[in-house]
C-alpha cells in the first residue's frame, strides 16, 4: 500500500485540488470576506464584491464558481503530474541504487574479480587489437553498474551450469569455413578441433557476448565467442556433420 | 512471471535498454505496451498477453509465441525468423512486411504471404523493400533479388549474398564482413562506408558502385567488374585481378558468366575467348567488339548492338537474339528469336 499509486500520486492531487477549491469559494461564505474584500484595491473590490453578492452579480457569481471548479482541477492535474514525475525519477534511483548493490554483492562473490575471464587479457595485452579488447573489457566493467538485472530475467533450467565461462579468442586465429547442410542453406562458420561453429550473432561488448554464450549454454548448445576490433561474434556448436565445407576465401589456417 | 521482473523490464526500457535478448516474460501481461524497435531476440511470451502490443520493427528472431495473445499487435517489419507462434491469437494482427523464414513456426492455417509477410530464402524477392537497421548477418540470401532495396546500416557479417541481385540498393554503412557477395550485382549500389573487410566480392560486378569510405582490407576482388564510374574509397589501389569495363578493353579470356551487363558499352572491346555463358547484355554496345570464340551460351542479347562484331567461332547456342540473320559466322547457332 505504501507504495501504491493512489497513496503517492491520486491522493496528493486529490488534497491539493480541494483545497485550492476551498481557498477560491472562501470568500463567497465567510463574513470576513467582506471585510477583506473592502481593502482591496479596484477592480478587484469590484470582482470579489460581485462574487460575494449572488443575488445582485448571478451571472459573475456562477461563472466564478466554474473558474474555481476548473483551476481546482488543474490545481490537482498538476500536481498528480509532479508527483508522478518525482516519483519516476526516486524510482530510477532506487533502481541504480540496487543494481549498484548487486554488482557489489557479485564482486564479493568473485572474490573481488568481477570478470572470471580476466586472465584471458594478459595472454593479449602485448598487441594494439588486445589493448582495444582490453578498453571493452573495462567499459563493460563500468556500465555494469547500470545495466539491466538479467538474473532475474532470463530462464532458469535446472541442470544448466550457473556460470558459463566465456571462450574468447581472436578472429584471426581461426580458420573459417563456409557450410551447407541437410536445408542446402549456406552459413558461415569456424572450425575449431574438427568441429564446426556456425555464425550465431554479433555483439558488441564482452557483457552481451558472454550472456548469449549463457543462454545458448541454458539450451544444452555448445558455443564459442571471438572477437576483433569491432565487437564480439558468438559460434554455436554444429552437431551434425555438414555435406560440404569449403575454406573461406580458398584460405586455409593463417596461424 | 512475477510484478519485479515487469517492473525491472519497464525501468530499463524507460533507461534506454532496448537489448531484452532472451528475456523470459511467459505469461506477461504486455497489452497495449509499446515495444517498437526493441530487441527479444530469444525472448519467452509463451502465454502472454500482448494484445494490441506495438513491436513494429522489432527483433523477435526465435521467440516464443506460443499461445501467446497478439490480437490486433502491431507485427509490422518486425524479424519473425525462427519464431515459435502456434497456437497464437494473431487474430487482426498486422504482419506486413515482417520476416520469416522455413524454420518460423505459424498457427495452423495461417498463411503468411496472405498477411504479407517477407520471406528470406535463398531466391527471395526482396526488391525495392525496406531493410534497413537490421540483423540479418549470416542469413543465406543466395541469388536473392534485393534490386532497389534498403539495407542502410544493416547488420549483414557473414550473410551468403552470392549471385544476389543488388542493382541500385542502398547498403551504406553496413557491416558486411565476411560476407560472400561472389558474382553479385552491385551495379550502382550505394556502399558508402560499409565495412567489406573479409569480403568476398569475386566477380561481382561494381559498374557505377559507389564505395567511397569503404573498409575494402583482405576483400577478395579478383575478376570484379568496374568501370569508369565506379567511385573507389581514397587511396584505394585497384588490384590488377579486377576487369576494367570500358569501350575498347581488354578481356580476353575473362570469365563474365552471369553477369549482369545491361546498357554497358563494350564497343571495340576484345572479348576474344571470353566466357559470357548466361549473362545479361541486354542493350549493351558491342559494336566492332571482337567475340572470336567466346561463349556465349544462353546470352541475353536482346538489344545488344554487334554491329561490326567478330563473331567467329562464337558459342551463340540457346542465345537470345532479336535478328538471327546479324549474327551470321557463329559456328554453333540455336538461337530463340524475340
Known amino acids: 500500500m505504501d507504495n501504491s499509486p493512489f497513496r503517492r500520486i491520486v491522493l496528493p492531487a486529490l488534497l491539493a485540488s480541494s483545497a485550492g477549491f476551498a481557498a477560491l469559494t472562501w470568500p463567497m461564505t465567510s463574513d470576513r470576506a467582506v471585510q477583506v474584500s473592502e481593502q482591496l484595491p479596484q477592480p478587484l ?31 490537482g492535474v498538476g500536481t498528480a503530474k509532479a508527483m508522478r514525475v518525482r516519483q519516476g525519477r526516486v524510482q530510477r534511483h532506487q533502481g541504480l541504487l540496487d543494481q549498484v548493490l548487486l554488482a557489489d554483492d557479485q564482486q564479493e562473490d568473485f572474490g573481488g574479480d568481477r ?47 550457473a556460470k558459463a565461462e566465456l571462450a574468447s579468442s581472436p578472429i584471426d586465429e581461426h580458420v573459417l569455413y563456409h557450410i551447407q547442410g541437410a536445408d542446402q542453406c549456406r552459413s558461415l562458420a569456424l572450425a575449431i578441433e574438427g568441429e564446426y561453429y556456425r555464425y550465431y550473432r554479433n555483439r558488441p561488448d564482452l557483457d552481451k557476448a558472454r550472456r548469449l554464450v549463457q543462454q545458448l549454454h541454458q539450451q544444452g548448445k555448445r558455443a564459442v565467442a571471438t572477437w576483433d576490433d569491432n565487437g564480439y561474434v558468438v559460434w554455436v556448436h554444429q552437431p551434425e556433420r555438414p555435406q560440404q565445407a569449403v575454406p573461406w576465401l580458398g584460405r586455409l589456417a593463417t596461424s | ?227 569508369d ?30 553477369a549482369r551487363l545491361t546498357g554497358v558499352d563494350l564497343s571495340g572491346a576484345n572479348l576474344a575467348g571470353a566466357n559470357l555463358m548466361q549473362a545479361d547484355l541486354w542493350g549493351a554496345c558491342l559494336a566492332n567488339a571482337d567475340l572470336s570464340g567466346a561463349n556465349l551460351l544462353g546470352t541475353n542479347l536482346l538489344g545488344t548492338d554487334l554491329t561490326g562484331a567478330n563473331l567467329n567461332q562464337t558459342n551463340l547456342m540457346q542465345a537470345i537474339i532479336d535478328m538471327p540473320g546479324d549474327v551470321a559466322g557463329a559456328v554453333a547457332f540455336d538461337s530463340q528469336p524475340a
Open chain 1, 45 to 75: 473590490s469590484y470582482w470579489v464584491d460581485s462574487a460575494l453578492l449572488p443575488n445582485q452579480h448571478k451571472e459573475f457569481s456562477i461563472r466564478y464558481i466554474g473558474f474555481a471548479i476548473l483551476s481546482s482541477v488543474a490545481i
Open chain 1, 115 to 161: 570478470l572470471p575471464t580476466a586472465d584471458h587479457r594478459q595472454s593479449h595485452s602485448t598487441n594494439l587489437a588486445a589493448a582495444d579488447h582490453d578498453a571493452a573489457l573495462t567499459a563493460t566493467t563500468a556500465k555494469a553498474a547500470t545495466t539491466l538485472d538479467w538474473a532475474s530475467l532470463l530462464p532458469t533450467t535446472p541442470d544448466a551450469p
Open chain 2, 1 to 227: 512471471m512475477n510484478l519485479k521482473t515487469l517492473e525491472n523490464l519497464w525501468t530499463a526500457f524507460v533507461e534506454g535498454e532496448r537489448d531484452f535478448t532472451g528475456i523470459n516474460l511467459a505469461g506477461a501481461d504486455l497489452n497495449h505496451w509499446s515495444l517498437a524497435r526493441v530487441d527479444f531476440w530469444g525472448a519467452d511470451f509463451s502465454g502472454a498477453n500482448l494484445t494490441q502490443a506495438n513491436f513494429r520493427r522489432a527483433n523477435l528472431k526465435q521467440t516464443q509465441f506460443c499461445n501467446a495473445k497478439l490480437a490486433g499487435a502491431d507485427l509490422r517489419w518486425a524479424d519473425l525468423r525462427e519464431a515459435v507462434l502456434t497456437g497464437a491469437d494473431l487474430d487482426d494482427a498486422r504482419l506486413e512486411g515482417a520476416l520469416y523464414n522455413a524454420q518460423t513456426q505459424f498457427p495452423e492455417g495461417f498463411n503468411p504471404g496472405q498477411a504479407r509477410m517477407w520471406s528470406l530464402a535463398p531466391g527471395a524477392a526482396l526488391a525495392t523493400k525496406d531493410l534497413r537497421e537490421r540483423d540479418l548477418g549470416g542469413t543465406d540470401l543466395t541469388a536473392a533479388d534485393l534490386s532497389g532495396a534498403l539495407l542502410v546500416n544493416s547488420q549483414l557479417f557473414g550473410a551468403v549474398l552470392r549471385r544476389s541481385n543488388l542493382l541500385s540498393a542502398l547498403i551504406g554503412d553496413s557491416d558486411l564482413r565476411y560476407a560472400d557477395l561472389c558474382q553479385a550485382t552491385l551495379m550502382l549500389a550505394d556502399l558508402r562506408g560499409a565495412d567489406l573487410r573479409h569480403s568476398d566480392l569475386s566477380r561481382a560486378n561494381l559498374i557505377g558502385a559507389n564505395l567511397r569510405g569503404c573498409q575494402l582490407a583482405h576483400a577478395n576482388l579478383d575478376g570484379a567488374l568496374y568501370s
Open chain 2, 229 to 258: 564510374s565506379t567511385h573507389f574509397p581514397r587511396g584505394f589501389q585497384v588490384p590488377e585481378t579486377m576487369h576494367h569495363l570500358a569501350p575498347g578493353a581488354s578481356l580476353w579470356g575473362a570469365d563474365l558468366s552471369g
